[in-house]
Nanobody, 113 residues
Framework: QLQASGGGLVQAGGSLRLSCAAS????????MTWYRQAPGKQRELVAR???????NYAESVKGRFTISRDNAKNTVYLQMNSLKPEDTAVYSC?????????WGQGTQVTVSS
């Protein structure tokens, strides 16, 4: 199971850090991904970190967002800086390993202008 937290209301230019805590003993073997979905839009990949620590980001967040993981805490983080109103969305985390895919509930991020 995945539990996301850390969302909230922030002004443009501000920062938030999202966390996604996972249960289970093999968290380190999973690729962890943050997605977001804004009202009326399709879900999009925001950032991904593999079990080896490789990362990739959506072009729209490169240089502003950082994904990281702490395998000892079974947690993946998304540090979001220089937030923009267009970052407003429900952010969800996903754990994937082969055919296994698990989703956490979303956390709302709202950026005011």
């Amino acid at each position: 199971q995945l539990q996301a937290s850390g969302g909230g209301l922030v002004q443009a230019g501000g920062s938030l850090r999202l966390s996604c805590a996972a249960s289970g003993s093999i968290f380190s073997m999973y690729t962890m991904t943050w997605y977001r979905q804004a009202p009326g839009k399709q879900r999009e990949l925001v950032a991904r970190i593999t079990n080896s620590g490789s990362t990739n980001y959506a072009e729209s967040v490169k240089g502003r967002f950082t994904i990281s993981r702490d395998n000892a805490k079974n947690t993946v983080y998304l540090q979001m800086n220089s937030l923009k109103p267009e970052d407003t969305a429900v952010y969800s985390c996903n754990a994937n390993r082969g055919v296994i895919s698990s989703w956490g509930q979303g956390t709302q991020v709202t950026v005011s202008s």
